[in-house]
């Protein structure tokens, strides 16, 4: 009895006692990465949740303003905690994996051929270099503070909070109910949530699907109750997949599922009841499939795969990245630099939509036309380090966090096979090699150690409220794409002049984007100040050369200036369309261009060469056989006149150049001809009122 009583004083006594300095520090250290944790956890959740309806780039841009501008709180944390506990330098294949493929984007940035797009990424887009630090600043953190499998459920209580939100989004956008009127978007035939794409959120909701099966599969019984909360969530989310109909979501569950089956046979042992419950496993899931593809939108959308004209366009970009690699084979043609080079890869066909495409809309596309071998190479022993770590660690008790995070990057990539990538899906890989390098990070040899420093708790928060700071300078980019918006929205002349005010202002905040440099001239012309609009549009193309559009203007600038006698712009003109031509060699309307500068000039020679140009690259517009006919009726040349347009007419079936050929009939008095074809104009439009007037003048001719 007095034994126990011995201790139960020594235990009071113990208790008592003032911690040590070092249990302090050590505690104190914890404190700090969970913060760092719970700041990566907001950056998931800014990534996914995010977006400002008042600005030009509703989703993209608020993203990456928000999550660059906490990343430098979470750096002040990351430092704080790399002074209090010192910084090692792990290594293990993973850890090498990881640091080669930050060295690569570092790389193929230097080598870039537009470096200031790959810093900070395409109009629309932006993952440049500055975003992918985040993500890398992102994985670090939930390697550092994860203290795996310790706090790994944060990050899973972060996704399934995000996921829960934005469905709550989606539904109301299904049941047409969104708050939003969105333009050029149809939210109710396939919801967006907050991701700002169908096909992004088809991709997320893939993850998610992927992410819960693994959860159940791999932590059944640790979940308790939660099971059930997780196995709703994934049939939610799977519903919401089948409403979305995003196609690259189907490869995504199939990878996710096959990787799901792979690592359960590897943790449970491939013996006969495995084999078999996991062939019955197989079976569901074929009957599963069929009936997705035969009694859903989502299967409607692959059978309409044949026929769909966005499968012959995602080709033509396939090829375009294809051409890319082979000729920028090692470090590709620059970090996030698909949309600089992209136009003078693309067909014709392509092209006639007259839109960048910033992304191959295929990480294994992309990255080879952005990053070559090197980059292929590097995220090819990134996947294969974490799949071997994962093979290694799948017997584990504790590689359920583990396991569920190489299924969900797996679905990741097997959706993106076909997708493009965009900042509200970008995060999911780098977290998923988070959770791969904490496993790590338990075992990993380590190489190098920096000493730690005892630092006070008011320096601590000097250094935080110091990088906190430069938060603040992000909010810059963000401010000048609602101003950009408001010019463009002002683009008339009534408000011709708040344009300008607008534009200017966007362009003194953030002067390196080009669009705002060509929104201002597109301003300034409607202020009739096209001395300045000019100078504006200069500004446009020296910061995106690669952008025809840009140079049209500035063309048409030229010729403004050269029809009222200044003795070099017709030069100038002629010199910047052969730029535009540079930039993009097979888009037919930088050759329409050129043509109208050139018959505005009298050049009529060179105008019917280059409408002849864009009549041969896409043969289906109906005002290239415009251009050109009025080039050879001004050479006197009427016949020829007439064969364009007859041809047009042949090739476009259009009526309003069948009006423009029966104009010109008449004038060259074949009344028999122009009959025909006016006829034919009311048999497709019998309300044309233009083709009627005509054919009365010409009745009885």
Known sequence: MSGRNSAKRTLRAAKRQPKSRGSRAVSAAVGWREIALALACVEIAIFVLVLDPSVRDVFDLPKATFTHALAWVLLGVLVVVALVDGVRV??????????????????????????????????????????????????????????????????????????????????????????????????????????????????????????????????????????????????????????????????????????????????????????????????????????????????????????????????????????????????????????VVYPQYEEAEGLKNNRTQTSAHSWLFHTAATTGIVGLVSLAALLIAFAVHAWRRARDADAAALLTATAAIAAYYGSGLVLPGAQSIQWIPWACVGIALASDLRTARVIARTPTFRLAGLARLVIVVGLTGAAFLQLTSLNA??????????????????????????????????????????????????????????????????????????????????????????????????RAIAAAPQNPDTFDQFARIQLALEDLGGALESSQKAIALYPGEPKYYTVAGDAARRQGDVAKSLQFLRQGVANT??????????????????????????????????????????????EGR
Not at 123 to 131: A, F, N, W
Not at 141 to 168: E, F, K, N, Q
Not at 481 to 496: D, G, H, I, M, Y
Not at 541 to 568: C, I, K, Q, V
């Open 90 to 339: 792990p290594v293990s294949p993973l850890f090498l994996a990881f640091y080669a493929m930050l060295a690569t984007e570092l790389l193929t940035t230097a080598t870039a051929t537009n470096q200031y797009v790959a810093v900070f990424g395409e109009v629309g887009r932006y993952l440049g270099l500055t975003t992918h630090a985040v993500l890398a600043l992102v994985a670090i953190t939930i390697a550092l503070a994860t203290d795996y499998p310790r706090r790994a459920a944060w990050l899973a209580w972060t996704v399934a909070g995000i996921a829960v939100a934005a469905s709550a989004y989606a539904i109301a956008q299904a049941l047409g109910a969104d708050p939003i009127t969105w333009v050029d978007l149809d939210s109710k035939a396939r919801p967006f949530a907050t991701l700002g794409n169908p096909d992004f959120y088809g991709q997320f909701l893939s993850v998610v699907v992927i992410a819960s099966a693994a959860a159940l599969v791999f932590a059944g019984a640790a979940l308790g109750r939660l099971r059930w909360a997780v196995a709703a969530l994934g049939a939610e989310s799977a519903v919401l997949m089948v409403i979305v109909a995003t196609r690259g979501s189907v490869i995504g569950v199939i990878a996710g599922l096959l990787v799901i089956g792979v690592l359960w046979l590897r943790r449970t042992g491939a013996s006969r009841r495995a084999l078999s419950r996991l062939a019955g496993a197989g079976a569901a899931l074929v009957v599963a499939l069929a009936v997705v593809v035969f009694a859903t939108p989502l299967g409607g959308r692959l059978f309409a795969l044949a026929d769909s004209p966005e499968v012959s366009g995602r080709i033509l970009i396939y090829q375009a990245a294809a051409r890319i690699f082979a000729d920028h084979p090692v470090l590709g043609a620059g970090f996030e630099n698909f949309a």
């Open 481 to 578: 794409n609602r101003l950009a918006k408001v010019a463009e929205t002002s683009l008339r002349a009534e408000t011709a002049p708040r344009a300008v005010t607008a534009a200017r202002l966007a362009t003194t905040t953030d002067p390196g984007r080009a669009i705002y440099w060509n929104d201002l001239g597109r301003a300034l012309e409607l202020v009739d100040d096209q001395a300045a609009a000019r100078s504006a549009y200069l500004e446009a193309t020296a910061r995106s050369p690669y952008t025809a559009a840009f140079w049209w203007n500035l063309g048409r600038m030229h010729l403004y200036f050269a029809e009222r006698g200044d003795g070099t712009a017709k030069n100038a003109a002629y010199e910047t369309m052969r």
């Open 653 to 698: 079936d259009s009526n309003d150049l069948r009006l423009t050929f029966a104009r010109r009939l008449i004038e060259a008095s074949q009344f028999a001809e122009a009959r025909a074809v006016l006829q034919e104009a009311l048999r497709q439009d019998p309300a044309n009122a233009a083709a009627a007037d005509l054919l009365k003048q010409i």
